[in-house]
């Protein structure tokens, strides 16, 4: 098994470790655990049948919490690159000049022309039978009468 510098601790592991009947098979197993996910060593229990059984149990669970840790610092490595590069994105963004021809205008799906229109956050829209619309975020409305 490879070096990591992490690994998953998992209850599993408390559990065996309060199972065992002493404290130098309890020390014995932590070291074990760690040598095997931070160093790649394989722990040699010859000389205690209760940690050798023990630890044939375990041992695969060690093997696929430390696969877990380099996926998760993968994850968080390409989480940073990817934040790294918006944040660069964002800033030439802003280099762009605010003064742009046609602003608010455009075309719909249709190639017809269209011009934005603001709407403040919260407010109450006229519905098209002159009702307002609840501001709330969220709200489901209820189904209309009839089949659809």
């Known amino acids: 098994m490879a070096q990591s510098d992490r690994f998953y601790f998992w209850r599993g592991y408390y ?18 655990l760690c040598a095997y996910a931070f160093d790649g060593e394989e722990p040699d229990y010859s000389g205690d049948a209760v940690l050798s059984v023990v630890w044939q149990i375990v041992r695969d669970q060690v093997a696929e919490s430390v696969n877990i840790g380099r996926e998760m610092a993968e994850r968080g490595r390409r989480s940073g690159e990817s934040r790294r590069r ?18 608010g205008k ?29 501001p709330h975020i969220g709200e489901i409305p209820p189904k209309p009468d009839g089949d659809l």
């Not at 559990?15 to 074990?32: H, I, N, S, W, Y």
């Open 106 to 134: 455009g075309t719909d799906r249709k190639g017809s022309d269209c011009t934005s229109t603001s709407v403040e956050v919260g407010a109450s829209l006229p519905a098209p039978d002159g009702a307002a619309l609840a």
């Open 15 to 32: 559990d065996a470790l309060k199972m065992l009947p002493t404290p130098e098979q309890r020390d014995g197993l932590v070291m074990g």
């Open 86 to 103: 918006k944040k660069a994105g964002e800033q030439r963004s802003n280099a762009v000049p605010n003064s742009v021809p046609n602003e």
